[in-house]
């Protein structure tokens, strides 16, 4: 009902307060979860993004996602994630997350270790696999190594931006 009364700008405004929240929220816990309970979500996401741009339902969203510089949803996931390993990473955390650096889990020095990376436990079981323990190492080994080493309140902005600069390449 809003989109014929409201700009692009507006309802931009609207989906990051009514709709972005709602993704965004404990999105760290829930978000590794598998594609099928996540389904439902990415397609409302996608549903939304398509009336902001006032585009038919049919419509691709990747450049949407593009246009508009929104991130999707396992993107979202990966930004919460990310930010929460740099947040340990600078002692800005409190509570014990179970992740830790390389460097204490041998003394020899390798090139993972060199980038500020995390130990990733093993793990045989599907459940283990989305634990945020084996997840949020993984995902912290695909951040580059300039937004790696950005301060806390820059880093989640360059990483966004990071994301974004990815779909144009898909």
Known sequence: MLKSYANIEAMKHVYYGLIYS??????S???????SRLSPIIKLQKKAI????NKPYIEPTHN???????LKLVDIFKLKICTLVQHVKNNNIVGDLLIRP???????FTRLQKRNNFYIPSSNTNLGKTSFNYLAPKMWQEVPEHIKNINSN????????????LYDND
């Not at 390389?102 to 020899?108: A, C, E, G, Q, V």
């Open 50 to 53: 398509r009336l902001i741009c």
């Open 29 to 35: 816990s829930w978000g590794g979860c598998c594609v």
């Open 64 to 70: 949407l996602f593009i246009k508009m510089k929104m």
């Open 102 to 108: 390389l460097s204490h889990t041998h003394k020899h």
């Open 22 to 27: 709602k993704i965004e929220y404990c999105i």
């Open 154 to 165: 820059r880093f989640k902005f360059q990483l966004k931006k990071y994301f974004i600069k």
